[in-house]
């Protein structure tokens, strides 16, 4: 199944059964932007909030040895913003109403993060820039200090003239 069509019937089916969310993005593990239905800024700035939320999340989890990372879970004064891992390399964060149950939600959004987050994986391809061949050579020459730069024996540091 395509990212899109993911987008377009798995996260709709979760907002029609669970009407106290707001809305859906769908980012990669880099903060980057997959799919969302929330405006397009608001959508790129959670995408990226999203993968720093997941690292640090993640890295509690590891150094408490907590297991791996479920969700993260942010109160709001008018609601709550929810992450979920969505498959090895995507995210799927929602944002929902104060009268959300967060509970219930947990379990329906965790099935639909596997679902989506296996699209992605099965249609991901490397995306990025190309690896750099690593080269391991030792340095062949030295840079000279230019001859200013040396002190002098017993010479003290004055401060320049202001």
Same mark, same amino acid.
């Given at each position: 199944?395509?990212?899109?069509?993911?987008? !377009?019937?798995?996260?709709?089916?979760?907002?029609?059964?669970?009407?106290?969310?707001? =809305?859906?993005?769908?980012?990669?593990?880099?903060?980057?932007?997959?799919?969302? !239905?929330?405006?397009? @800024? !608001?959508?790129?700035?959670?995408?990226?909030?999203?993968?720093?939320?997941?690292?640090?999340?993640?890295?509690?989890?590891? @150094?408490?040895?907590? =297991?791996?990372?479920?969700?993260?879970?942010?109160? @709001?004064?008018?609601?709550?913003?929810?992450?979920?891992?969505?498959?090895?390399?995507?995210?799927?964060?929602?944002?929902?109403?104060? !009268? &959300?149950?967060?509970?219930?939600?947990? @379990?329906? &959004?965790?099935?639909?993060?596997?679902?989506?987050?296996?699209?992605?994986?099965?249609?991901?391809?490397?995306?990025?820039?190309?690896?750099?061949?690593?080269?391991?050579?030792?340095? &062949?020459?030295?840079?000279?200090?230019?001859?200013?730069?040396?002190?002098?024996?017993?010479? &003290?540091?004055?401060?320049?003239?202001?």
């Amino acid at each position: 199944m395509h990212v899109d069509t993911v987008m !377009d019937t798995e996260l709709r089916r979760l907002r029609r059964r669970r009407p106290e969310v707001a =809305g859906t993005v769908l980012g990669g593990r880099d903060g980057m932007l997959i799919s969302s !239905d929330l405006p397009t @800024t !608001d959508a790129t700035h959670l995408a990226a909030l999203a993968a720093v939320s997941f690292g640090v999340g993640h890295q509690v989890a590891h @150094t408490v040895r907590g =297991g791996g990372f479920r969700e993260s879970v942010v109160h @709001t004064a008018t609601g709550s913003v929810v992450t979920y891992p969505a498959g090895r390399h995507a995210l799927l964060t929602l944002v929902t109403g104060a !009268d &959300a149950d967060l509970e219930a939600l947990h @379990t329906e &959004a965790r099935a639909v993060a596997e679902r989506a987050g296996s699209a992605f994986d099965s249609q991901r391809v490397a995306v990025g820039a190309t690896p750099v061949p690593q080269v391991h050579g030792a340095l &062949a020459v030295r840079t000279p200090l230019p001859a200013l730069a040396r002190r002098r024996p017993g010479s &003290a540091w004055r401060r320049p003239p202001l």
